[in-house]
């Protein structure tokens, strides 16, 4: 059982930390469904989703008013929890939230009022799709193109790593929409359906902790004007608000899986014998046993400042937002690693939790902005 100390920091509210007891609950009694190929993981992915949503966890992942807020501690708690307990349980919270973070953010009254309510019943899946073959970490160079067309756009382009591919029920697409512009300027985010005509599935992406992940094509995908979220050019500004909220998110997702890696570490040094005494007493692994505790702790204070700032002010949190995901995921992969030492062959024995956690936290380096763009975010707004 993880240490609950950290709820007694100032970041939270008395709500929160109810709520983290519900969380708990939460996860020790929901049953992850076995996945040994996309049918089947898409399946435990959609049992999920529905458990979430009956059990009523999902209403934080949607702002259901205009103006509203998102309660990023409430989301940052979530993943922190639902990643302990197991990667895919988060995948599927996670992208309740992020797939419509636009919406949430931006959408009409009446959008919001057609996509969100689904969604935090965890009836509809929703999923982001920003990522192209040519655009992941240079948003600008994003090459999806929407043109108008009598009352609405005709949508042209390939976009690729996208979570919920196959399984969403409407995806949140990024296109250029003015000729001639480039970079940051002339994007727009458009609700799109699945079953849209033109709107195709393309391909399936296996990777190495399984969840739904494909390339999706638009060709000739013509949508109403009522899809268009925002205003037109706001795509960029729409694209990275919502990486504001869900990047700190990221971070809470990487403490979870750290925090799952050092109870494993500490029940496995204190029952494992080598030379006629415990692990624990070896004074090698008390200093690993160390570094993994304050990792852990430097982790969750940079994520929980994060999201306590976000939900205190209006202001911008680009940095913080940055600073907790670069170091939250990039700790977590040596707690993790450390953990995997511990274990010895065990540790890399498939199927064993070390093992999964060692699958499970790389990509998290990577996807929603790579630890070098993180770099970068934060380098950026200091000189
Ligand atoms: N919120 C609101 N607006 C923002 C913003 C934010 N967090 N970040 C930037 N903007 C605005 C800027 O203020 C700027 O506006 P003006 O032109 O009016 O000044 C505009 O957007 C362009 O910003 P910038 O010049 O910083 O854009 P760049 O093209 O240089 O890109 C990075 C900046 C690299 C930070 C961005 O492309 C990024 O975050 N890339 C990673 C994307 C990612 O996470 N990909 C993974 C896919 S999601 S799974």
Known sequence: MSDKSFLDWPFFEEHHRRHAAELEAFASRIAVPEHHDDASLDAACRTLVRALGEAGLLSQCCVPEPGGRFDVRGLALSRDAFARRDGLLDFAFAMQGLGSGP???????????????????????????????????????????????????????????????????????????????????????????????????????????????????????????????????????????????????????????????????????????????????????????????????AAALLVYRAAWRKDASDARITREAAMAKLYATEAAQQVIDSAVQLFGGTGVVSGTPVERLYREIRALRIYEGTSEIQKLVIARTLV
């Open 103 to 297: 919406i949430s953010l931006f959408g009409s009254a009446e959008q919001r009022k057609r996509y969100l309510p689904p969604v935090v019943r965890g009836e509809k899946i929703p999923a982001f799709a920003l990522s192209e073959p040519q655009a992941g970490s240079d948003v600008g160079a994003i090459a999806t193109r929407a043109r108008r067309d009598g009352s609405g756009w005709v949508i042209d382009g390939t976009k690729t790593w996208i979570s919920n591919a196959g399984i969403a029920d409407h995806y949140v697409v990024f296109a250029r929409t003015e000729e001639g512009a480039r970079g940051a300027k002339g994007l727009s985010a458009f609700v799109v359906e699945a079953g849209t005509p033109g709107f195709e599935v393309t391909a399936r992406i296996p990777v190495i902790a399984p969840h739904p992940l494909g390339t999706i094509s638009f060709q000739g995908c013509r949508v109403p004007e009522s899809a268009l979220l925002g205003a037109p050019g706001e795509g960029f500004k729409i694209a990275m608000a919502t990486l504001d909220v869900f990047r700190t998110t990221v971070g809470a997702a990487a403490l979870g899986l750290a925090r799952r890696a050092l109870d494993e570490a500490l029940a496995r040094v204190r029952s494992r014998e080598v030379f006629g005494k415990p692990l624990a007493e070896y004074q090698l692994t008390q200093a690993r046993i160390a570094d993994m505790a304050v990792a852990v702790d």
